[in-house]
């Protein structure tokens, strides 16, 4: 069936500083994937999605990037800010990944 | 603003006695989804319902049902909640349930059984 898993449960870094947060997923048919934040006590939010025909798509100051040939898909957020502390989820539709916790130090 | 709402925000039951979380809609969509997210884990889908079409995911106990009544509300039934049952259950909706669609999320409901 299929996967989305996540290589890191926990991510720390400065404020200031571009964060990466990695997915793997397992299924080659996969064609739309999309970055959730989740806030301590809040539903996810969507960040930004991305369909299998697009290497790279851009919000602001959110990058997603998507490598089919290794089933690999990044979110990167620039000059990270404590207020993005939460857990990233990447899905594949209705399909969530395990999460990554991002920890913004001031 | 239009959004998803859920009630109420932490909910205890017994185990064993049957309990109802709730969600509705103002943003008129036609699908609405139950996702049950136990702690430090990702939400896992229940099920959903296309406007009155119940759509359930293979795996999702018979404990577990779902009623629409109508386009804003949705509810979720637990028959019989086991101490396994303990999560956050999430309400969440989109317009016309295009794979390629955005999902809009409530604030979910954190059930707890004793």
């Known amino acids: 069936g299929e996967s989305v898993g996540l290589h890191l449960p926990t991510l720390s870094v400065q404020e200031g500083d571009n964060s990466i947060i990695n997915c793997a997923y397992s299924n080659s048919a996969s064609d739309y994937f999309i970055w959730y934040k989740q806030e301590s006590g809040k539903g996810p939010q969507f960040i930004i999605d991305?369909?299998?025909?697009?290497d790279k798509r851009q919000g602001q100051r959110v990058t997603v990037l998507l490598n089919k040939t290794v089933k690999h898909l990044s979110l990167q957020i620039a000059a990270t800010q404590p207020g993005d502390s939460a857990v990233y989820f990447c899905a594949e539709k209705l399909v969530f990944g395990t999460g990554t916790r991002l920890l913004v130090s001031p | 603003d239009a959004m998803v709402i859920q009630n109420p925000r932490y909910q205890v039951t017994q185990f064993g006695k049957p309990v109802t979380l709730s969600c509705s809609q103002t943003l008129n969509h036609n699908v609405m989804y139950w996702y049950q997210q136990k702690s430090s884990q990702a939400p896992k889908l229940l099920f959903h319902?296309?406007?009155?079409?119940?759509?359930n995911e293979a795996d999702t106990p018979d404990n577990f049902q779902s009623r629409r009544p109508n386009t804003s509300f949705c509810f979720l039934d637990i028959r019989s909640p086991g101490l396994g049952d303990a999560a956050m259950y999430l309400c969440?909706?989109?317009?016309?349930?295009?794979?390629?669609?955005?999902?809009?999320f409530g604030p979910g409901t954190r059930l707890l059984v004793l």
């Open positions: 991305i369909r299998s025909n697009m």
């Open positions: 319902y296309y406007d009155k079409d119940f759509n």
């Open positions: 969440a909706t989109s317009r016309r349930g295009l794979p390629q669609e955005t999902q809009y």
